[in-house]
């Protein structure tokens, strides 16, 4: 009896702590602080790392073509584009950073600028 008793035991006692951990977790995620903490850092990081909006954004217009020109269209337009993405992507930054106690989510996609480097950013603020 001390055995099927044992052997019940350890086959329950995974599923109770499974079942804090879900719990656990659906809490955490959508929480104040979280998305409050998630804000700060992000708007930190754009500020000090949107400059790499020049590189990428040049990376993504030279290979839109496999031409020639594209090498020439890279250098112009993506130089252009990411000027213009550097300063977006700063200001969302400090946007976020001025306004980390109010729970929303950053508002560039992706949230960090190495995040998915091969594909354009979005700026939700506007």
Request: aromatic share 12%; net charge neutral.
């Amino acid at each position: 009896m001390h055995e099927i008793t044992r052997f019940v035991f350890i086959i329950i006692l995974p599923f109770f702590f499974s079942s804090i951990a879900m719990a656990e977790n659906e809490t955490t995620t959508s929480s104040h602080s979280n998305k409050s903490g998630l804000k700060l850092i992000s708007g930190l990081t754009n500020i000090a790392t949107g400059w790499l909006e020049l590189p990428k954004n040049i990376n993504i217009v030279g290979r839109q073509e496999n031409t020639i020109a594209s090498g020439i269209a890279a250098i112009g337009v993506g130089t252009l584009q990411g000027g213009w993405y550097t300063i977006n992507r700063t200001g969302c930054g400090i946007f976020d950073l001025l306004t980390f106690m109010i729970p929303t989510n950053p508002s560039v996609e992706p949230i960090f600028v190495w995040n998915n480097f091969s594909r354009e950013s979005k700026f939700m603020g506007y």
